[in-house]
């Protein structure tokens, strides 16, 4: 049952470069709510057009490295239940520190996942029974991964509460049939070392030769495109607004994402809306809830010939297989979105009350 906070300024969120899909998830808690939530923002690096539209309301626009700020700013004493988006930026630990010491339940947004890493299994426990487990009562994630890293970290069950990321269905959805559409992979991301978007392009140069029919879609920028090879295959753009980059995704057979490291990936759920199948790392975080065999092919993180392994899995795909991949991907999607983060918002408030802490 939901428990009704007690006035129209109860419930406050922060987030770190506040993107529109965070905004639509936040707008479906103000909806269920009938407004009265308040919603803190450092501007993010790409600018969004219509973000307070998809909010519904407007943001406090904050900078986060500004230690002095307080509650009083924004008119209003801190609220019943905050949740804090990371736990970095001094303006939201000013904000923090401010909430608990008046009492509130003050819960960290988190999208970190379990790699399984020396770092997370002995060094990462450490720093969570020092700086985490004192500051917060407890931890919104996004997904089985994440729920198993603060598992690991030490935090009941109890405490920790799925969905914090999902992209908006009344955007990115429909399409043709998978087997219908054109012979394309798309990736959508920084072009960045972390992303590997390089190691991508190399390996799709040599698939191509194979499969030739095949052209590889990359959208997105930063400091290593002069790096991506021009090819007669590889078509490069730049960042697009969401209603476009869900067009794009609607026109592709399979999203691949060769990073690293990805504590979640926002766009493997955009993807899996739009019905398309996915190549990912194995350590990417949305993989251990929306990739399965029927849907995914998941390669290890830094191994170029893998990626060219996994396209080449994927293209030898027939029509019942790709069909059977547009089913599961829609499927497992429909786990993620608005309505799940405002039914965590609601598990947050009737179970992590103040009185209820991690500590417990």
């Not at 799925?162 to 394309?184: H, S, T, V």
């Not at 798309?186 to 991508?200: D, Y």
């Amino acid at each position: 049952m939901n428990i009704p906070l007690s006035n129209s300024h109860d419930l406050a969120f922060a987030w770190s470069g506040l993107p529109d899909y965070a905004a639509r998830c936040i707008r479906a808690v103000i909806d269920r709510r009938g407004g009265g939530v308040t919603v803190i923002g450092t501007r993010p690096r790409v600018p969004i057009e219509g973000m307070e539209a998809s909010l519904g309301q407007s943001v406090h626009w904050v900078d986060g490295h500004d230690r002095s700020i307080t509650w009083h700013r924004f008119g209003m004493t801190p609220p019943k239940v905050f949740i804090q988006g990371g736990h970095f930026l001094p303006a939201f630990n000013a904000l923090g520190r401010q909430a608990r010491l008046a009492g509130a339940c003050v819960v960290l947004a988190s999208d970190q996942n379990w790699t399984g890493s020396w770092r997370q299994r002995f060094v990462d426990p450490i720093r969570a029974r020092l700086m985490s487990k004192p500051r917060f009562d407890g931890v919104f994630v996004a997904g089985n991964s994440g729920e198993r890293y603060y598992r690991g970290m030490s935090f009941p069950k109890e405490a920790i509460v799925q969905g914090m990321y999902g992209a908006d269905p009344i955007i990115f959805n429909e399409g043709p049939p998978l087997r219908d559409r054109p012979k394309q992979l798309i990736f959508v991301g920084q072009f960045i070392q972390r992303k590997n978007v390089v190691a991508l392009t190399k390996a799709f140069v040599r698939f191509s030769m194979d499969y030739p029919d095949w052209m590889l879609r990359i959208c997105g920028s930063g400091e290593m495109r002069d790096l991506l090879p021009t090819h007669a295959g590889i078509q490069v753009e730049d960042f697009v607004q969401p209603p476009q980059l869900a067009a794009l995704l609607r026109e592709s057979r399979c999203l691949v994402l060769p990073s690293l490291r990805e504590h979640w990936g926002l766009v493997v759920h955009e993807a899996a809306l739009s019905g398309c199948a996915l190549a990912l790392t194995d350590v990417v975080g949305a993989a251990a809830d929306l990739a399965r065999a029927e849907n995914a092919a998941l390669f290890p993180p830094g191994d170029e010939t893998a990626i060219e392994h996994a396209l080449r899995t994927i293209a030898t795909w027939n029509r019942v297989q790709w069909d059977q991949a547009e089913t599961v991907s829609r499927a497992l999607a429909r786990k993620f979105g608005p309505e799940r983060f405002a039914d965590a918002v609601d598990q947050i408030v009737d179970t992590l009350r103040p009185g209820l802490t991690a500590n417990q």
